[in-house]
């Protein structure tokens, strides 16, 4: 019987020859895990103190990325290759208690590796229904005021690729012809981005067809638009939650919230421990190492 061989795989010549394990598989291989260790799995307010409502994908681990810094540029990379970060425009989505006018999201290193983002539109019934005086002139206006903040924060975003707008509309009072001037601002990014349809929910006026001509209509001739759904919007949006999270994003953190008192109860090490799986991760997504932030700084 012949002596069993192995083959050992060189690094890739511009990497030195020391490297962890991980590094020495093929990119194939390490890309399979990341997709393991990273699953699809909406993640609110990845930044906590930047108006990104959520993500789709489970943040990478903090132990993940302090294996090795060309591991850390690649799981990042390949994190912000997969993900779809989601804006929400209503009247009061994200504009307050965190981030209202996007300061800080225009002001993150985050904001330059974002590829995919989904905007929601959401008009709401309880605010017609508690302010029936405010009509729904003001309140188009006052949603399309939020949607071109943004869109000019997301005109800077240069590898922007990818934006999916979704129509969550509960007022069921009409006018499809004042609502559609919300769409607007979107004529503000550049001609590289694809514009995707995703969720299409409202009054028996709107259906997905019109929206369509809507975005046509909005973006002029020759911009990309795509008509189906790109799997942004694969599970539809409760209109319960999303106003959770615009009201109040940390009734989205019980979790974190949990894990603090539970570290606190065990002094600055317990809580440091019981943090440890996920505590420099947003660090990272703000373009800081672990060691440059602290607890304080890594969570807002």
């Given at each position: 019987m012949?002596?069993r061989?192995?083959?050992t795989?060189?690094?890739?010549?511009?990497l030195?020859?020391?490297l962890p394990?991980?590094?020495?598989?093929p990119?194939?291989l390490?890309?399979q895990?990341?997709?393991h260790?990273?699953?699809?799995?909406?993640?609110s307010?990845?930044?906590?103190s930047?108006?990104i409502?959520?993500v789709?994908?489970?943040?990478?681990?903090t132990?993940?990325?302090?294996?090795?810094?060309?591991?850390?540029?690649?799981?990042?990379d390949?994190?912000?290759?997969?993900?779809?970060?989601?804006?929400?425009?209503?009247?009061?989505f994200?504009f307050?208690?965190?981030?209202?006018y996007?300061?800080k999201l225009e002001?993150?290193p985050?904001l330059?590796?974002?590829?995919?983002?989904?905007?929601v539109f959401f008009?709401?019934?309880?605010?017609?229904?508690?302010?029936p005086?405010f009509?729904l002139?003001?309140?188009?206006?006052?949603?399309?005021?939020?949607?071109?903040r943004?869109?000019?924060?997301?005109?800077?975003?240069?590898r922007?690729?990818?934006?999916?707008?979704?129509?969550i509309?509960?007022?069921?009072?009409?006018?499809?012809?004042?609502?559609a001037?919300i769409?607007?601002p979107l004529?503000?990014?550049?001609?590289?981005?694809t514009?995707?349809?995703?969720?299409?929910?409202?009054?028996?006026?709107?259906d997905?067809?019109?929206?369509?001509?809507?975005m046509?209509?909005?973006?002029g001739d020759?911009?990309?638009?795509?008509a189906?759904?790109?799997?942004?919007g694969e599970?539809?949006?409760d209109?319960?939650?999303?106003?959770?999270?615009?009201f109040?994003p940390?009734?989205?953190r019980h979790?974190?919230?949990?894990?603090k008192?539970?570290?606190g109860?065990?002094?600055?090490y317990g809580?440091a421990r019981?943090?440890s799986?996920?505590?420099?991760?947003?660090?990272?997504?703000?373009?800081?190492?672990?060691?440059d932030?602290?607890?304080?700084d890594?969570?807002?």
């Amino acid at each position: 019987m012949s002596p069993r061989t192995t083959t050992t795989i060189a690094p890739p010549p511009h990497l030195p020859k020391s490297l962890p394990p991980l590094l020495r598989l093929p990119l194939e291989l390490r890309q399979q895990i990341y997709a393991h260790l990273l699953p699809r799995e909406n993640t609110s307010h990845p930044l906590p103190s930047v108006g990104i409502t959520s993500v789709s994908h489970r943040l990478p681990p903090t132990a993940l990325l302090n294996i090795h810094p060309h591991l850390t540029d690649e799981v990042l990379d390949y994190f912000y290759t997969i993900t779809t970060w989601k804006l929400i425009f209503s009247h009061a989505f994200n504009f307050f208690r965190v981030d209202p006018y996007l300061n800080k999201l225009e002001q993150s290193p985050a904001l330059a590796q974002i590829r995919k983002i989904e905007v929601v539109f959401f008009c709401d019934i309880l605010l017609l229904k508690e302010y029936p005086s405010f009509g729904l002139e003001a309140f188009c206006a006052e949603i399309r005021r939020r949607c071109d903040r943004a869109c000019s924060v997301l005109a800077r975003a240069r590898r922007l690729s990818s934006v999916t707008v979704s129509w969550i509309d509960t007022t069921l009072t009409g006018g499809w012809e004042e609502k559609a001037t919300i769409l607007e601002p979107l004529r503000k990014l550049g001609p590289e981005v694809t514009f995707r349809i995703g969720e299409i929910n409202g009054p028996t006026d709107v259906d997905r067809e019109r929206f369509v001509r809507a975005m046509q209509d909005v973006l002029g001739d020759g911009r990309k638009l795509e008509a189906g759904l790109d799997g942004a919007g694969e599970e539809e949006d409760d209109p319960t939650q999303l106003r959770m999270l615009a009201f109040d994003p940390r009734q989205e953190r019980h979790r974190l919230q949990d894990v603090k008192t539970l570290g606190g109860a065990c002094g600055s090490y317990g809580r440091a421990r019981a943090l440890s799986p996920y505590h420099g991760t947003s660090a990272h997504l703000r373009g800081k190492t672990v060691g440059d932030a602290s607890f304080s700084d890594t969570w807002g």
